[in-house]
C-alpha cells in the first residue's frame, strides 16, 4: 500500500515563496503519476500540477502556471512543488496523490487512490 507523507506548508506574505515535499514509499510501478492537489475553503479538491514517471512529462494548472513547480527526485522517492509569486487564492490544504500509470487525461481527485495527509499554505495580503 502507497503511503505519502507531505511537508512544508505555512504561512507567507503574497508574492512569496515556498516548497512543499511528499515523501513516498510503500508501491512499485514500472510508471506511475504524482500530483499535487489545493483544496480551499468552501470548494471541490482541484488539480495543481502532476508529475509521470519514467517521462518526467509535467502538467500545470493555468492558474499557477509559470509560478509553480513541480519536480521529483527519483532516488529519494519524493516529489516536491516550488511555488513563487504566491498569491492569497493559493490559500488552502495542499495533498499529495499518486496513481500506477501515465498523467495523460488524469486531473481529477478521484482518480488517485492514494493521499497523504495535507500541508496547509496560507498566503496574507
Known amino acids: 500500500q502507497a503511503r505519502l507523507v507531505e511537508s512544508g506548508g505555512g504561512s507567507a506574505q503574497a508574492g512569496g515563496s515556498q516548497k512543499l515535499s511528499c515523501i513516498t514509499s510503500g508501491y512499485k510501478w514500472d510508471s506511475n503519476c504524482m500530483a499535487w492537489f489545493l483544496q480551499t475553503p468552501g470548494k471541490e479538491r482541484e488539480h495543481v500540477a502532476r508529475?509521470?514517471?519514467?517521462?518526467?512529462?509535467?502538467y500545470t494548472a493555468d492558474s499557477v502556471k509559470g509560478r509553480f513547480t513541480i519536480s521529483q527526485d527519483f532516488t529519494k522517492k519524493t516529489l516536491y512543488l516550488q511555488m513563487e509569486s504566491l498569491k492569497p487564492e493559493d490559500t488552502g490544504m495542499y495533498y499529495c496523490?499518486?496513481?500506477?500509470?501515465?498523467?495523460?487525461?488524469?486531473?481529477?481527485?478521484?482518480?488517485?487512490?492514494?493521499w497523504g495527509q495535507g500541508t496547509q499554505v496560507t498566503v496574507s495580503s
Open positions: 496523490a499518486v496513481r500506477g500509470g501515465s498523467c495523460v487525461g488524469f486531473s481529477r481527485p478521484s482518480q488517485y487512490p492514494y
Open positions: 508529475l509521470e514517471f519514467p517521462s518526467g512529462d509535467t
